[in-house]
Nanobody, 125 residues
Framework: QVKVVESGGGSVQAGGSLTLSCAVS??????LGWFRQAPGKGREGLAT????????GAADSVAGRFTISQDNAKKMVYLQMNTLKPEDTAMYYC????????????????????WGQGTQVTVSS
C-alpha cells in the first residue's frame, strides 16, 4: 500500500519561495507528481518525476519557477516554488502512480492512484 504525506505549505508574499515536501511509503509506484486545485477550479498537474531515471514533466504555467526533485533513498519528493504569484494560491497535492511516463501522461490525475491530503499555499500581493 502506497501512502503519501505532504508538508511545507504556508503563507508567503508575492515573489517569495516555498518548498513542499512529500514523504512516500510503499513501493508500488514509478511516478510522483504535484498537483494543485484552487477554489472553483479543476485539479492542475504541475510536475511529475519518474522514479527510475529522474525524468520530469512540468506545466508551462510553472516552468522556470517550480522544480520537482526526489530523493529515492529517503523516499521523498519535493516541489521548489520560486517567484510565487497570487494566482499560485491553491491546495497542493502530492500523488503517486504506476504508469508509463510520457509527455502525454505525466499530468493526468486519473493515472495517479494514491493521493495525499493536501497542503495549502497562500500567496499575498
Amino acid at each position: 500500500q502506497v501512502k503519501v504525506v505532504e508538508s511545507g505549505g504556508g503563507s508567503v508574499q508575492a515573489g517569495g519561495s516555498l518548498t513542499l515536501s512529500c514523504a512516500v511509503s510503499g513501493d508500488e509506484y514509478n511516478c510522483l507528481g504535484w498537483f494543485r486545485q484552487a477554489p472553483g477550479k479543476g485539479r492542475e498537474g504541475l510536475a511529475t518525476i519518474y522514479r527510475d531515471d529522474d525524468s520530469t514533466g512540468a506545466a508551462d504555467s510553472v516552468a522556470g519557477r517550480f522544480t520537482i526533485s526526489q530523493d529515492n533513498a529517503k523516499k521523498m519528493v519535493y516541489l521548489q516554488m520560486n517567484t510565487l504569484k497570487p494566482e499560485d494560491t491553491a491546495m497542493y497535492y502530492c500523488a503517486a502512480g504506476s504508469f508509463w511516463f510520457h509527455v502525454n501522461s505525466w499530468y493526468r490525475a486519473r493515472l495517479f492512484g494514491y493521493w495525499g491530503q493536501g497542503t495549502q499555499v497562500t500567496v499575498s500581493s
